[in-house]
Nanobody, 124 residues
Framework: QLHLVESGGGLVQPGGSLRLSCLAS????????LAWFRQVPGKEREFVSA????????TNEDLMKGRFTISRDNDKNIVFLDMNSLKSEDTAVYYC?????????????????WGQGTQVTVSS
């Protein structure tokens, strides 16, 4: 059983930056594709980006527009989401997710492990 814990969310002004972290424990980190999703109330969970153990990435370019970068530290079992030039529409709960099928996919249903989420609020 893989356990995921997100951190790094908070209140930031428009144009600001945040780094989200997701610490994984409980199983071999190398066996999982890690991803970030986000969700606002009343809407479906939205794919942000995914990263394979060997560094391959899948991104939602319409969303990220070069502002967000996913990375992972395999030695420390952490996946990061660096967010820059934040906008009010980036306000959401951000979730870390993992799948053990080695699938690089934007489909939330393919991810079988989820963190509890961390709130990101972009507001002046």
């Amino acid at each position: 059983q893989l356990h995921l814990v997100e951190s790094g969310g908070g209140l930031v002004q428009p144009g600001g930056s945040l780094r989200l972290s997701c610490l994984a424990s409980g199983h071999t980190f190398a066996d999982y594709v890690l991803a970030w999703f986000r969700q606002v109330p009343g809407k479906e969970r939205e794919f942000v980006s995914a990263i394979h153990y060997f560094g391959g990435k899948l991104t939602n370019e319409d969303l990220m527009k070069g502002r967000f970068t996913i990375s992972r530290d395999n030695d420390k079992n952490i996946v990061f989401l660096d967010m820059n030039s934040l906008k009010s529409e980036d306000t959401a709960v951000y979730y870390c997710a993992a799948n053990d099928k080695n699938e690089m996919t934007l489909m939330a249903s393919a991810y079988n492990y989820w963190g509890q989420g961390t709130q990101v609020t972009v507001s002046s």
